[in-house]
């Protein structure tokens, strides 16, 4: 018969009770944890967003994500769980009726506010009840004792007890007003100024915002009043836009222009983009939804990346160095060779021989063409000269001013302003630029130009909205001016 074994010491017993409360603790704080990170989450509208908010396991604060620009972040709190909003999409028909209502727009901030407290309080009872329930339910799947579950209940409440408590005792709202910036966001601060004088001066510019609505809808009725591109001739339009620099705004102006004027193609002479980066890439592929051929050329901000990935949409045609048959009209184009989305290196103005040499290599692919074409697109108008006489019409961007011009051999040359009003930095200056682009009517035989219809949406902030036609006589050159009795359509000014 054998002896019976040392009873256990009340050390081994302490060391034994501990154990198993150790286990307790971390079944119940894992099971917890896990079921949070998998199903707390809640979907909810903030203003005119459709947001995501979810707690991680992090230094406390919030962070909110704002795809594909970046991240901001406020220390407002301290604590193991961080609050991310992560804004998913902008639902088009809320952000529609906030721009048509003034009065719905100067209340936007308290409505944002409204919902994501509302959001936050349904978001923290999902996280606590989801939380208690992963908990309970890992310790009895794991234990397998009746009261393992009241336990892991117990233990996982005064975890969530004390983290309440102690974002509650290092609530920090004054830091709300210094957030941190990553991504593309970084650069917000120094592009379009401080928060303040942003809020200062859109307190000033909403409220023409109804004007300019009712202006959109002006121009477009007026379109009826224009006379017509070229009596008697069938003519082909396309629409020409430049420098779009990722404004929304720009998209949308690009979208409606081409809808309602019946246009063939778009022509896009680069700067499709602000900095050329990776999360820009995710909201040019939009053009791959319109209707119509788009013909685009690299602008200096854009990068190869850029370009690559447009030539992936249906319905896009990457120029460089190359020519296309679109609508029946022959476009040939080059790229801009710079690529400068770092202002603060001063390359942008640097190089002309380069953009000259660009030119002429352009020239001599068009030479080589069976026929000439009847476009050539640049990014530069320091581009065009070696194009004049090689093609009756040169279209250029970059300078953010619409000009029309004759070269000297008989070449027209036409710079666009800029579609997207400069994006980000449309609120630089004093005055906003407006956002502009031009639609061509071209001889469907000959592919000369005939009439061109310039469209200009005043900036943020101004109201006018103007379509002024230019009709081109075909047995005379080229005139650098609008002709002088040829009707407009302006809307009325009203701001």
């Known amino acids: ?47 005119p967003f459709d947001a995501t908010l979810a707690f991680r396991p992090a230094g406390g604060g919030a962070q909110v994500s704002v795809a594909p620009l970046g991240e901001l972040a406020v220390d407002v709190y301290d ?50 009840l989801t939380a208690l329930a992963g908990g309970a339910l890992t310790s009895w799947a794991v234990l397998r004792r009746r009261r393992e579950p009241l336990i892991a209940l117990g233990l996982t409440s005064a975890v969530l007890v004390a983290t309440g408590g102690i974002g509650a005792a290092t609530w920090r709202p004054e830091a709300l007003s210094q957030p941190t910036y990553t991504g593309l966001l970084t650069n917000a601060s120094s592009l379009i100024g401080s ?151 001063g390359d942008d103005d640097a190089g002309d021989e380069v953009l000259v040499e660009s030119g002429e290599e352009l020239a001599d692919v068009i030479a080589d063409l069976p026929e000439p074409p009847a476009i050539a697109m640049v990014h530069d108008p320091k581009q065009a000269p070696p194009l ?16 029309v011009s004759e070269l000297e051999d008989g070449t027209r ?20 630029e407006p956002l502009t682009c031009t639609v061509l009517y071209l001889d469907s035989a000959t592919g000369l130009l005939r009439a061109y219809d310039e469209i200009t949406l005043g900036g943020l902030g101004e109201t006018e909205v103007t379509v002024q036609r230019t009709v081109v006589p075909p047995a005379q050159e080229p005139e650098t001016e609008p002709v002088p009795d040829a009707p407009s359509a302006p809307a009325s000014p009203t701001g």
């Open 195 to 345: 928060a303040e004088d942003i809020a200062a001066r859109f307190d000033a510019y909403r409220a023409s915002l109804e004007d300019l609505v009712s202006n959109v809808g002006t121009l477009y009725s007026a379109l009826s009043a224009l006379p017509a591109p070229a009596a008697g001739d069938d003519t082909v339009a396309l629409l020409h836009v430049s420098d779009i620099h990722l404004n929304p705004a720009g998209f949308d102006l690009v979208r409606q222009v081409a809808q309602k004027f019946g246009v063939a193609a778009i022509l896009d002479t680069g700067d499709i983009t602000d900095w050329g980066s990776e999360p820009e890439n995710r909201l040019i592929t939009s053009v791959g939804d319109l209707d119509v051929p788009y013909v685009y050329i690299r602008g200096n901000h854009d990068s190869a990346t850029t370009a690559g990935l447009l030539a992936l949409q249906p319905n896009v045609t990457v120029l460089d160095d190359s020519a296309v048959t679109v609508a029946g009209i022959r476009v040939a184009g080059a790229p801009d060779p710079r690529f400068t989305p770092d202002k603060s290196t």
């Open 388 to 403: 004049d006489g090689e093609v009756p019409l040169v279209l250029a961007g970059h300078t953010h001013s619409r000009n």
């Open 1 to 47: 018969m054998s002896e019976p074994g040392p009873s256990p010491t009340p050390w081994h017993r302490r060391a034994r009770v501990a154990g198993r409360w150790a286990a307790r603790v971390a079944l119940a704080l894992g099971g917890a944890l896990v079921a949070v990170l998998l199903f707390a989450r809640v979907s909810a509208p903030i203003g």
């Open 413 to 432: 040359l036409m710079v666009q302003g800029s579609t997207g009003g400069a994006g980000l930095r449309a609120l630089e200056g004093e005055y906003p």
């Open 79 to 128: 604590g193991p769980l961080r609050l991310d909003v992560s804004l998913q999409r902008v639902d088009q028909a809320r952000a529609q009726a906030l721009a048509t209502d003034p009065v719905r727009l100067s209340g936007v901030v308290d409505r944002v506010t409204d919902d994501l407290r509302s959001a936050v309080v349904r978001l923290i009872w999902l996280t606590a």
